[in-house]
Every structure is written in structure tokens, then in C-alpha cells.
């Protein structure tokens, strides 16, 4: 389901209200309108096309809260030139924004379920927006697991918000990074391997997945293996978008535009490309 | 049924297990307790036993002149430390430092090692779990070989 765009080629222009640091090459952009509006509605999973003028424009997940619509929060990567330029803005700078794009988490269809929402890497950004509608509205699920697997320790995501999330007495939260050295004393380990012991009852379970393919695959099978089916496993996926509204065919999945009916797919329904390895 | 040997039969390392392996195991076992920052076993020490951890996490770390202790994985509560008992030369590769107190039970796998030869049904069955443990292991190893996470691997 998607939320609809008024003209989806047509940038709006937001300012930058704030660029905060979130680890050594990852930062987060808020932003707000420039009509005065400040008002954006947008479902969790769903992205934007933020353009730096006279740069380029990109996808990006919305990392914020779903039901603040003041501002807009989006959290990426300083990989390339896009990304680069848009660290570089400061405070009163204007960007392009286009959106919100694509399918969501669906975290209605998953009341009354337990939810684990499995993450590594940056993909913990496009999951939040997913976390904080289930916690704003706890009672509605059974147990609720966070599983995060990070690089080292420096590259943990949000992590103030994780320490925060892990306090609380009604959330799961585990998280484990490939390497470290001291003094880390959490879980060292690929994010899978904390699937078997996780406090889910699979039967009863909705998966939200977020990550690098490879290890949403891994992340896939050792759900299977506990016994969660497949029409209650939800990645999100990520290809070259481009128009975001399925017109230039740079983001086609098999018969899907991963802008138009992604990022967010049930893994049932595209389990066939998702193994399929020249797509 | 002793304490331990009841611990043993709901571990699913020895799960599906005959009584008698079972009770044989339990013969060879004893219960463990390592306060946080104990090394249980370190590189180059014979391997003659291995740990059921009950309680607590150990770090598995290599040691670089470099760079220190560099941690690659950890084992915790349900997880089974130590395989290098079962295979020749018989000698930890890795440095075991308990992260937070830690409870286990411990298996001389020297002794359990001399029963197999006797034994060849049960030497199958625990190298067999044996190379269970290890395989995921190395499929772990090889996705963090990967480095997913880094910019190259990036989301």
C-alpha cells in the first residue's frame, strides 16, 4: 500500500534543520518544510528521493517517527558523491524532496503476533520507523525482539536510542558486532546466530528483515528453521531507483519495480527472485 | 538421575542421546564456575576438555602483538565451547576469556575420547554433533569474512 503523491516527479524544497553525526561515515538529516506545512504523513518502510541541487538525487529510507509528521528524518551513508554532498549541509541549506515512495512494514497485519525485527548494518534506519509504531502501540503485540548485528562497535546505529530501547522491560533488544576488541563486552557473532535463542514463538511470529542480501538470506533460513513461515517474513529490498514511481525500469526485480512495489516485499511472494541470482 | 546428568539430557548437544551415553558423559563432568576475565583455556594448551555453558558469555580471542586480544566470536548460555578435544593434535587454537561469570559443565573429553574407541556408536554420535557445532561455526566465520557491513558490502 502506498500513500499517494500529489506529482511524484516534482521536488519540494525542505531546509535542514539539523545533521547529526551517528557514527564515523553514517549521519542523520532532519528536515523541514519551507511552506510552512510541516506536515508529511508517511508509513514505515517507505523512502524519499532527497535531491542536493546540482549534485543528484538519491533514494533514501525515512528513519524518523511515523506519527511525527513536523519533521522529515532520513539516515545514510557518506558512500558516494549524493551522499557526500549531503553531509556537507548545514543548517538552513535547501534540498529536494520527492515522496514518500513504495510499500511499507506492515506492522497492522502483525497485531496480536509476536514481531522480530532482525537488522544489520544501516539497515536498522528503514526499520525503525517500524519499532517505534509497535512501541507507540505495545499492547497490541506479543513479544517484541530487536536482533542487530553491526560491523564493530564504533558502528552501532542510533546507539543512545538502542541503549534505551534495551532498557525497557517490554522489548527484546540483542545486538552483536563482527569484530571487536576491548572493552567490548557484548555478543561478537553474525546476527543469525542469535535467531535460535531469541524469545519468539514461531507459530505466532511476523519477521521484518533489513540488511544486506546476503544476510537477509542467512537471516531467512535460520527463521525456517525455527519454524516461522515464509508469508510472515518481510524484507526490504534495495535496487538502483531511480523515477521511484515505476516508470524507468532501473529498480525491476522480476515483475516487481522495487520503488513502486518495494522495498517492502513478503518474502513468499518473491522468494523466487530472491534466490535467483542474475536478477 | 544426578543434577548433571539431567543437565546433559536437555542440552541439545547431547539431545536424542542413549541413557547410557548419557549417564557415561555425566561420569566425566563437573559443574564450573569462572568469575568475569578468567581465561578457561588459552592457545597452545592441551584440549582435554570441553564446556556446556550454563550461565554467563566467554569471549573466543586470538591475540595480535599489534593489535591485543581480538575478540571473533562469542559463546553463551546453551552454546557449546570447545571442539578441539575431538580432533588431532588435541590442542586449543584460541584464547577462551570469560566475559561475565560463567557457569558450565565441563567434560573431560580425554576420557571421552578413550570410551569412543570402545565405543564406536557413540564416538559417530558425538563427533557427528561435533561437526554439527563446527559447521555452523564456519558458516558464521565465512559471513563475517564477508564484512557485510563495510562500505563496499553497504545496504
Redesign the interface.
Known sequence: MSTAVVDPMRSVVYEVQRIRKETSDTFTLELHSTNGSNDFPFAAGQFNMLYVFGVGEIPISISGDPSKHRSLIHTTRAVGLVTGAMRQLKRGDSIGVRGPFGSHWPVEHATGYDVVIVAGGLGLAPVRPALYHILHHREKYGNVVLLYGSRTPNDILFRREVEKWRARLDVDVHVTVDRAIHPWRGNVGVVTRMIPKAPFDPLNTVAFICGPEIMMRFTVLELQKRGVTTDKIFISMERNMKCAVGFCGHCQWGPNFVCKDGPVFDYASVKHFFEKREI | MSIIESILRDHPFFAELEHDDIELIAEHSTNVRFEPDTYIFRQGEPANQFYLITYG?V?IEAFSPE????????V???EVLGWSWLFEPYIWHFDART??MTRAIAINGEKLRAQCEQNHELGYQLMRRGVHVVE?RL??AM??L??????Q???
Open positions: 558469555k569471549a593489535r591485543g586480544p581480538l575478540t571473533v566470536l562469542t553463551a548460555e546453551g566475559v561475565d555452523q558458516q558464521a559471513i563475517q564477508l564484512d557485510l557491513y563495510s562500505v558490502g553497504a545496504v
